[in-house]
């Protein structure tokens, strides 16, 4: 099986910035959406941003965007999460995560739940101090 490995995370302060790297183990493979999901101590796991195959689409949870940026240069490129303005309530684990079924992804509601993808990574810390 296919899993996604993330990197990137660490310890920043307030208003830095970090680029997260999410890139498959062992052979290459395309995944039909990466997704980046975050989940911080005593709350549930809340969608990020995604992406798919090639690119060429892109979903945000509405609350992310302006600061968080998903992106990936081809389809068997890591996707990368560039995220600017760093607050402490950006602390968290983030998860990647691996689609491997042509669903409907018209919207961000596909997109955006957990049950949609069939691989998760083991994740990265981000911890942003005041």
């Known amino acids: 099986q296919v899993l996604p490995v993330e990197s990137g995370g660490g310890l920043v302060q307030a208003g830095g910035s970090l680029r997260l790297s999410c890139a498959p183990s062992?052979?290459?493979?395309?995944?039909?959406?990466v997704g980046w999901f975050r989940q911080a101590p005593g709350k549930e796991r809340e969608f990020v941003a995604a992406v798919n195959w090639d690119g060429a689409n892109t979903y945000y949870a509405d609350s992310m965007r302006g600061r968080f940026t998903i992106a990936r240069d081809n389809a068997v490129s890591p996707v990368f999460l560039q995220i600017d303005s760093l607050k402490p309530e950006d602390t968290a684990t983030y998860y990647c995560?691996?689609?491997?079924?042509?669903?409907?992804?018209?919207?961000?509601?596909?997109?955006?739940?957990?049950?949609?993808?069939?691989?998760w990574g083991q994740g990265t810390q981000v911890t942003v101090s005041p």
């Open positions: 062992g052979r290459t493979f395309s995944p039909y959406i």
């Open positions: 995560a691996y689609a491997w079924d042509r669903g409907d992804f018209t919207d961000t509601v596909a997109a955006s739940l957990p049950v949609t993808y069939a691989s």
